[in-house]
């Protein structure tokens, strides 16, 4: 049977900021671009103990709650997305899988997508859901 999804990510918020990386996966590419935090789905593992574990390898970080946002269609592909409430401003991460790290304000991930500087393509909707049902 075919993993229904690709990869887990989180929306992780702290205050008014949303944390974004750029993934060492994406070495090649020109032109960097920023992404949700998470990674790859291994077999048989559920979408929720995925992005626990990524959080925990990239970050270092260790979540006790983290919100359903739903599922994203990338290239080909379905990719699950959490949203959580970060405790501290992240800046340290494993740097064999992410090349930069970085907290941008809503008004910053808005200029990141005009100028097509988001990895997916969907991290601004995906933020912009969690901050709607976080503040409902």
């Not at 590419?29 to 390898?57: D, M, Q, S, Y």
């Not at 997305?81 to 809503?106: H, K, M, N, P």
């Amino acid at each position: 049977m075919r993993q229904r999804y690709r990869t887990a990510r989180a929306v992780l918020r702290f205050e008014d900021r949303f944390l974004l990386a750029i993934h060492s996966s994406f070495w090649a590419r020109k032109e960097k671009r920023w992404g949700l935090p998470g990674g790859n789905i291994e077999r048989g593992e559920a979408p929720l103990n995925a992005v626990i574990r990524e959080l925990e390898e990239e970050l270092e970080l260790y979540l006790s709650h983290l919100t359903e946002l739903g599922a994203y269609f990338y290239k080909g592909n379905d990719h699950m997305v959490f949203g959580a409430e970060a405790d501290r401003l992240i800046q340290t991460y494993d740097d064999s899988e992410l090349l930069d790290l970085r907290w941008f304000t809503l008004q910053e991930l808005q200029q990141l997508e005009s100028e097509r500087k988001l990895h997916a393509g969907y991290e601004l909707q995906a933020v912009r859901q969690f901050i709607a049902l976080a503040d409902y």
